[in-house]
């Protein structure tokens, strides 16, 4: 049976082996992407140790606009509230950042318990690499992983796992991930020395309780996914995608305003950078 014919029959469910077949199609789809839009809604619930009693739960909705290679912009508003102890704190975010090919500019707004502050940030990006464009300021916070668009958080996300499907719902297919510490060695090799990437993926298969991805089987495309993991549950769903609709560069222009003054923070993720490439840099 051909992954095609699974699709089309909405009562047989897609084996571990016909997911092998399905994912090298979605990297296809991501490889063949010149440009998007899409909506994307995320959510986190944490609870850290017990004896801090630590809650926080985060939403927050975005819009993110891409175009290959290197274009990037988000405008997103969430809230976040934090409990320590008895004391609850309540924050409302916004934020709008975007990749020009030679910097990020980033303006965050933030509103905790009436108190509102805003910093305006930015960096070269001019020295990231192909693989890493989006390298910069913290992008974790809508849903993607850090340095990464939608189309790399993508591709972080499937390799370390062995997915079964376990529903179905019009064109969309739920598939339920079992974390393969092997396959996480072989991926973290890549960046890390041998005995870093098996002690990290030892570490992090003992913290990953479940990964389910949510595939629209026509498009070839996963619209969302949820996580769960000793300290917090994520869920994010990419919604309203629009792919290759032709985007015009200046999107991608900052948009200041008026007597804006930018804190410039390259030297210091450069540095930061550097030290992590350091401890993490394979055996030579």
């Not at 934090?82 to 500019?105: A, E, P, R």
């Not at 305006?120 to 890493?132: F, G, K, M, R, W």
């Not at 739920?174 to 990437?197: H, S, V, W, Y």
Request: aromatic share 8%; charged share 25%.
């Amino acid at each position: 049976m051909t992954v095609v014919m699974v699709i089309l029959c909405g009562s047989c469910p897609l084996s571990a082996e016909d997911f092998a077949e399905l994912s090298p199609k979605i990297m296809e789809t991501l490889d063949s992407i010149k440009s998007y839009e899409m909506t994307v809604s995320y959510s986190e619930r944490i609870r850290g140790a017990k004896a801090l009693i630590v809650r926080m739960e985060s939403i927050c909705s975005s819009s993110i606009i891409f175009k290959s290679p290197n274009l990037l912009y988000i405008k997103a508003a969430g809230k976040t509230t934090q409990g320590i102890g008895g004391k609850k704190t309540v924050q409302d975010l916004s934020i709008y950042t975007t990749f020009d090919g030679k910097h990020q500019n980033v303006r965050l707004s933030m509103v905790t318990d009436g108190r509102s502050v805003t910093n305006s940030i930015v960096l070269d990006t001019a020295t990231n690499t192909p693989e890493h464009p989006f390298d910069g300021w913290n992008l974790k916070g809508f849903g993607l992983t850090q340095g990464r668009d939608y189309i790399g958080t993508v591709r972080d996300l499937l390799p370390p796992y062995d997915f079964v499907s376990v529903g179905q719902k019009e064109d969309v297919i739920e598939f339920k991930g079992t974390f393969n510490i092997d396959k996480c060695t072989a991926m973290l090799r890549k960046t890390m020395a041998p005995e870093q990437a098996k002690s990290f993926a030892q570490i992090s298969g003992s913290m990953v309780k479940e990964l389910r991805i949510r595939v629209d089987a026509k498009r070839l495309l996963v619209v969302g996914y949820t996580k769960i993991d000793t300290l917090a549950k994520r869920t994010c769903d990419f919604e309203n995608i629009k792919i290759d609709k032709g985007i015009h560069d200046k999107v991608f222009a900052f948009q200041s305003v008026p007597g804006e003054q930018f804190r410039d923070i390259t030297d210091f993720v450069r540095k930061s950078r550097e030290r992590s490439e350091q401890v993490l840099a394979p055996n030579r």
